[in-house]
């Protein structure tokens, strides 16, 4: 079974200041891992993936996150915050074989103050 | 154009009493899923379709129902709501996994 542990349930900083939020997977076979934001009062859409080959993947409204198999981790960055930055971020995995199962962790507030 | 559409945005029903919340897409994507997120928690998946082939979580509670009846639609059918039902149900579609394209879901209450 795959899990996905996110350990901040907020973070919060002030804008320009860069951020990180952490993310750490769990799973007895290989996966893909996702990050997706979430604002108020709306769906989930896509920030960025990882399926394969380089491990610093980049995604939309310059967040990049990277992949690290030994530390089982994809943690999710941003130089420089902004206040329309304020949402929920969900990190996700999925199995590589043909299972579409995607499995979220229990998502970070990021709070980006003036 | 929104392409995943769950109708109601908002529902209210009574405890026990059945209720059907639905899900359409435009995209024409084989696979779409059901999740169930309560306030502060992870999205929780419910079951998902692979055309018709229907995948049904373990944990997922025989309370919970769903019927696909064409690629276009999807329907979450709660027979007996309880208080623990109260969530924000979110709907998904992807055509192969590596996007999922969700609707601004439907939050349910239970009174």
């Known amino acids: 079974a795959q899990s996905v542990t996110q350990l901040d349930s907020q973070v919060p900083v002030f804008e320009e200041a860069p951020v990180e939020l952490r993310c750490n997977y769990s799973?007895?076979?290989?996966?893909?891992l996702f990050w997706y934001v979430q604002y108020p009062n709306q769906g989930l859409q896509l920030l960025l993936k990882y399926l394969s080959g380089s491990t610093l993947v980049k995604g939309i409204n310059g967040f990049e996150a990277e992949f690290n198999k030994s530390q089982t981790s994809f943690h999710l960055r941003k130089p420089s915050v902004h206040i329309s930055d304020t949402a929920e971020y969900f990190c996700?995995?999925?199995?590589?074989?043909?299972?579409?199962?995607?499995?979220f962790g229990s998502g970070t507030r990021l709070l980006v103050r003036p | 154009d929104a392409m995943v559409i769950q109708n109601p945005r908002y529902q209210v029903t009574q405890f026990g009493k059945p209720v059907t919340l639905s899900c359409s897409q435009t995209?024409?994507?084989?696979?779409m899923y059901w999740y169930q997120q309560k306030s502060s928690q992870a999205p929780k998946l419910l079951f998902h379709?692979?055309?018709?082939?229907?995948?049904n979580e373990a944990d997922t509670p025989d309370n919970f129902q769903s019927r696909r009846p064409n690629t276009s639609f999807c329907f979450l059918d709660i027979r007996s709501p309880g208080l623990g039902d109260a969530a924000m149900y979110l709907c998904?579609?992807?055509?192969?996994?590596?996007?999922?394209?969700f609707g601004s879901g439907t939050q349910l209450s239970v009174l």
């Open positions: 996700a995995v999925r199995r590589m074989d043909s299972s579409y199962k995607l499995i």
């Open positions: 799973s007895s076979v290989s996966v893909y």
């Open positions: 998904a579609t992807t055509p192969t996994g590596e996007k999922l394209f």
């Open positions: 995209l024409n994507h084989n696979v």
């Open positions: 379709y692979y055309d018709k082939d229907f995948n």
